[in-house]
C-alpha cells in the first residue's frame, strides 16, 4: 500500500502550478469572467500544448491515457486558481460522455479533436426539475424515419454556448425503471431547433446556459451507445466528473487557507499580528482539518475509480459530501478572517467562496450525497 | 497511489483474522461502545492482552530484541482493522503499549529497553501517565512536582491529577521538576516510576460516570534511583513529547478501530429502535447524521493511511497526524450524542434499570466521552499546535 503521489504526479503538479500561476492569473480569470466565452483562444491552445484536455482519454484517441489519480492533481492546481473556461464540459463532461457511450467511430470523429483543443463539447443532462438521478431526464427522442426528433429543456448546461457538439440525455422510451429508455445523441452546434440561452450566474468563473430543443432532428447516427440504454454510461461520466470535481474543490480550498494563513501572518491588530489570537488560530486549524480530510477522501474516490473498485461509488458519495461542506464552510471562514477586505469585489477571495457554492450544487450537495451513502451501507 | 496489499501482507491479514476468530474470549461481549477498559472487565482484558502477546499479535511495529515482531506501521494499520471487522476487545495496558513502551525504546538505556517493553506487551506491567497536576494541565511544561537529588537517588514530592489506571498500575511514566531555575520546559525531567515504592498514595476520583476510573497520585518522599531517569537528567520534555507524539499515531489507530466498532454498533441500535412510530434508519434526518458518522469514520482510516505512507516513506507524520486526534474526538463525541438521540426518552435510563436499553451501556460511554476533548491534550492546545507548527502562525 502507498497512499501518496508518484515522482511523476508530483512533477505534474509543478508543471501545473507554474504554468497556471503565469497563464491563469487573477486579472485573467477576472477579465474572462466580464466575457460570455470564458476562455481565450490562446489559453485554450496552450492546455491543449500541455495534453492536458486529452489527459484521461486514451492514446489511440489522442489522448494521455493517464487515470483519475493523475487528473486529480491536475484539478486541484486548476481549482487553486479558479480557472475559467470550457475545461470541465469539455473534457469530463461531453468528452467522457463520448468515451464511455460512443462507439469507435464516434470517439474517433470527437475525442482527437477535443484533445487536440479543435473542437469543444457539454454534457446537457439536467432539467428545470434540477434531478440529478435518471428520473430528472424528461427530454423526449422520437424515432423517425431518417433519426431522431429532440424536444426538452435542459439546465444548468456548463458552456453550452461553446460546444461543438452537445451531448444530450433524452428519453426514448417509457421504461420499466426511470434508468430505462435514457439514450444520448450528438447534437451539433447550430442544429435546427436548437437554442443556448447563457444564463447570468453568481459565479461568473463558471458559464451555465439553458438549452431548448423543439424537433430537433438528428440522424440515427447521432444515437450515443444503446438506445433506451445509456444511463449506466451517464452514471459512470458522473462519477467521474465528480471526482475530478471534489479535487477541484480541495485545491480551491487549499489557496483560501494559504491566502488566510499569510494575511493572518501580517494583518496587525492590537498590536499583534491576528495570527496570535487563538480566535484565529482554531479557525485556521478547522480549515486545515476540513482540507486535509477533504483530500483524503478525493483521493481515495480517484483510486477506486481507477482500480475500477466496487467501493467506488460509496467512495464518490463520501467524498463529494465532505468536500462540498468543507468547502464551503473554509471558503466563508476565508473571508471571516479577513475582515472587511475579505468582502470586497478587489480582493479574489469572493471567486472561491463562488466557486464553492456553485460546486456545492453540482452533481448533487452533500445531503444528496450523505443519502446515497446512507442506501450503499444498506441503511 | 495504491492501497492493495502485497502477497506478504494479504497472508498475515488472513492469518490474523483466522486467529482472532479463534481467540477472542467467549465470555468477551460486545455491547454498545466500548472504547475504553472497564474496571469490571480488566481481569478478562488482561488474559486477552496475555493471549496477543503470545501469539505475536501487539507491539508488531516494535523491535524483536524487545520483544515486538519488527514489523511495520502498515501490518499495525491491518491489524487494527481485522481488530475493529472482528469486534476484538480493548487492550487494558493502553498507555503502556500506546505511550510508555515507544517512548522507552526510544530513549531509554540498554537495561531499560530489556527490562520494561516485553513486559508492557505481556500486561505483566501496567503503566499509567504521570503528566497533569492539578495546575498544569493543558499548560503542561508549569507542572510543580519536585525531583530533588540525594546521592544516588532522587527524591520525589508532590502531586498528580487525572490519573487513568493509577489504582492498577505498577509504573508510572513521570515528569517532575528537577531544576527549577532553567526555563519551565528545560528543568523537567522523565523518570520511570515504580508505583510499589513506599511514598506513594493513589486516591481514587468519581468522575462523570460515577466510577472511579482515574485518580490523584501523591508523592511523599519518594526515592526513585537514577538509573530511572529515562533520556537524561532535565531532557525530559523531549521524551515527554516523543510519548505525546506516539500516543497521537498508535493510540490513534486503536481508537480509529474502536470508533468503527462503536458506529457499527450504533447502526445495529438504530435498526432496532423506532422513533415516531416509524425505525431510525428510516427517518431522514437520522439517516443523515449516520451518513455523516460513516464518512467521518472513512475519513480517518482513510487520512491515517496518507500519513502511514509518509513514515513508511521515512517522513516525519505531517498535519494529517496532529489532525487526526481532533477529528476522532469530534466524531466520537457526535456518535455519542446520536447515540442519545436514536434512544430518545430511554436515554435517561441508567444501568439497572430493567427498560435501560442495551443495560444502559450508552449512558457510561456518552458521559466518558465528554473527556476525549480533554485528555491527551484538549481540542484547543491541537488547535493551537496545528496552527503554530503546520501553518506557522506566530505563537503569543
Known amino acids: ?379 | 497511489m495504491d492501497f492493495s496489499l502485497s502477497p506478504e501482507q494479504e497472508t498475515f491479514r488472513q492469518t490474523l483474522r483466522a486467529w482472532l476468530k479463534a481467540n477472542i474470549p467467549r465470555e468477551w461481549k460486545h455491547v454498545g461502545s466500548s472504547e475504553i477498559p472497564r474496571v469490571e472487565a480488566y481481569e478478562l482484558l488482561k488474559t486477552w492482552q496475555r493471549r496477543l502477546f503470545d501469539a505475536g499479535f501487539i507491539g508488531l511495529t516494535w523491535p524483536k530484541e524487545y520483544g515486538g515482531r519488527g514489523l511495520t506501521f502498515m501490518e499495525e494499520l491491518i491489524l487494527q482493522e481485522e481488530m475493529a471487522l472482528a469486534k476484538a476487545p480493548p487492550i487494558l495496558n493502553v498507555l503502556g503499549v500506546g505511550m510508555a513502551g515507544p517512548t522507552i525504546i526510544a530513549y531509554g538505556t540498554e537495561a531499560q529497553k530489556k527490562r520494561h517493553p516485553a513486559k508492557i506487551l505481556a500486561c505483566e506491567e501496567i503503566w499509567c501517565q504521570g503528566y497533569s497536576e492539578p495546575n498544569a494541565g493543558s499548560d503542561l511544561a508549569a507542572l510543580q512536582t519536585r525531583a530533588v537529588k540525594d546521592g544516588e537517588h532522587w527524591v520525589i514530592n508532590g502531586q498528580k491529577v487525572w490519573t487513568s489506571f493509577a489504582q492498577v498500575a505498577d509504573w508510572m511514566m513521570l515528569l517532575a521538576r528537577t531544576d527549577p531555575n532553567a526555563p519551565k520546559h528545560k528543568g523537567i525531567t522523565y523518570f520511570l516510576l515504580d508505583m510499589k515504592l513506599p511514598g506513594v498514595t493513589v486516591k481514587p476520583l468519581r468522575q462523570i460516570t460515577g466510577e472511579a476510573e482515574f485518580n490523584e497520585v501523591f508523592f511523599d518522599n519518594v526515592r526513585v534511583h537514577e538509573s530511572q531517569v529515562l533520556g537524561g537528567v532535565n531532557n525530559g520534555w523531549q521524551a515527554g513529547i516523543t510519548t505525546l507524539m506516539y500516543e497521537r499515531l498508535t493510540l490513534g489507530f486503536a481508537l480509529q478501530t474502536r470508533l468503527r466498532i462503536a458506529l457499527e454498533s450504533l447502526i445495529e441500535l438504530a435498526r432496532r429502535m423506532e422513533k415516531h412510530g416509524r425505525a431510525v434508519t428510516k427517518e431522514p434526518l437520522l439517516r443523515q447524521k449516520l451518513a455523516q458518522l460513516w464518512i467521518d469514520t472513512e475519513c480517518l482510516r482513510v487520512t491515517g493511511a496518507r500519513a502511514i505512507t509518509k513514515l513508511l516513506r521515512g517522513e516525519m507524520p505531517g498535519p494529517e497526524a496532529s489532525a487526526g486526534k481532533m477529528v476522532w474526538v469530534e466524531t466520537h463525541q457526535r456518535l455519542q450524542e446520536l447515540a442519545m438521540e436514536i434512544e430518545g426518552p430511554y436515554a435517561q435510563l441508567w444501568k439497572g434499570s430493567a427498560w435501560a436499553v442495551e443495560g444502559g451501556v450508552w449512558q457510561h460511554s456518552f458521559l466518558r466521552s465528554r473527556a476525549n476533548s480533554i485528555e491527551g491534550g484538549t481540542t484547543e492546545i491541537q488547535k493551537n499546535i496545528i496552527a503554530e507548527r503546520v501553518l506557522g502562525l506566530p505563537k503569543d
Not at chain 1, 298 to 315: H, I, P
Request: proline letters at 4%; charged letters at 20%.
Open chain 1, 1 to 379: 500500500m502507498d497512499f501518496g503521489f508518484s515522482q511523476e504526479q508530483e512533477m505534474l503538479r509543478a508543471t501545473a502550478r507554474k504554468f497556471l500561476e503565469n497563464e491563469c492569473t487573477s486579472t485573467f480569470v477576472r477579465a474572462r469572467m466580464e466575457e460570455p466565452a470564458g476562455v481565450t483562444d490562446d489559453f485554450w491552445a496552450k492546455l491543449a500544448e500541455q495534453g492536458w484536455l486529452g489527459l484521461v482519454y486514451p492514446e489511440e484517441y489522442g489522448g494521455s491515457g493517464l487515470g483519475l489519480v493523475d487528473l486529480t492533481v491536475l484539478m486541484e492546481e486548476m481549482g487553486r486558481c479558479v480557472m475559467p473556461g470550457p475545461f470541465f464540459s469539455t473534457v469530463l463532461l461531453g468528452g467522457l460522455a463520448i468515451l464511455e457511450a460512443g462507439s469507435p467511430p464516434q470517439r474517433k470523429e470527437w475525442l482527437p479533436r477535443l484533445a487536440a483543443g479543435q473542437a469543444k463539447a457539454t454534457l446537457a443532462l439536467t432539467e428545470p426539475n434540477a434531478r440529478w438521478d435518471a428520473a430528472g431526464v424528461t427530454a423526449t427522442a422520437k424515432d423517425g424515419k431518417h433519426g431522431f426528433a429532440l424536444s426538452g429543456t435542459k439546465l444548468f448546461v456548463p458552456d453550452a454556448h461553446l460546444a461543438d457538439v452537445i451531448v444530450v440525455a433524452a428519453r426514448t422510451a417509457e421504461g420499466k425503471s426511470p434508468e430505462d429508455g435514457v439514450s444520448l445523441f450528438l447534437v451539433p452546434k447550430g442544429a435546427a431547433g436548437l437554442e443556448v440561452k447563457l444564463l447570468p450566474t453568481m459565479d461568473q468563473t463558471r458559464k451555465l446556459c439553458e438549452v431548448t430543443l423543439k424537433d430537433t432532428p438528428v440522424p440515427s447516427g447521432a444515437l450515443l451507445g444503446a438506445k433506451g440504454g445509456a444511463w449506466s454510461a451517464v452514471a459512470r461520466v458522473i462519477q467521474r466528473a465528480t471526482i475530478a470535481l471534489c479535487g477541484e474543490m480541495c485545491g480551491g480550498a487549499q489557496r483560501v487557507l494559504d491566502m488566510t494563513t499569510e494575511y493572518a501572518k501580517i494583518r496587525v491588530a492590537f498590536g499583534k499580528p491576528i495570527g496570535t489570537y487563538q480566535g484565529v488560530k482554531h479557525k485556521a486549524a478547522d480549515m486545515l482539518v476540513d482540507i486535509e480530510n477533504a483530500k483524503s477522501l478525493t483521493y481515495y474516490a480517484a483510486w477506486a475509480a481507477d482500480e475500477n473498485s466496487s467501493e467506488t461509488a460509496l467512495a464518490t458519495s463520501m467524498a463529494k459530501a465532505y468536500v462540498s461542506d468543507a468547502y464551503r464552510k473554509v471558503s466563508a471562514t476565508g473571508i471571516q478572517l479577513h475582515g472587511g477586505i475579505g468582502f470586497t469585489w478587489e480582493h479574489d477571495l469572493h471567486l472561491y467562496f463562488k466557486r464553492a457554492k456553485s460546486s456545492e450544487f453540482t452533481f448533487g450537495d452533500a445531503t444528496y450525497h450523505r443519502e446515497r451513502v446512507a442506501q450503499l451501507i444498506n441503511l
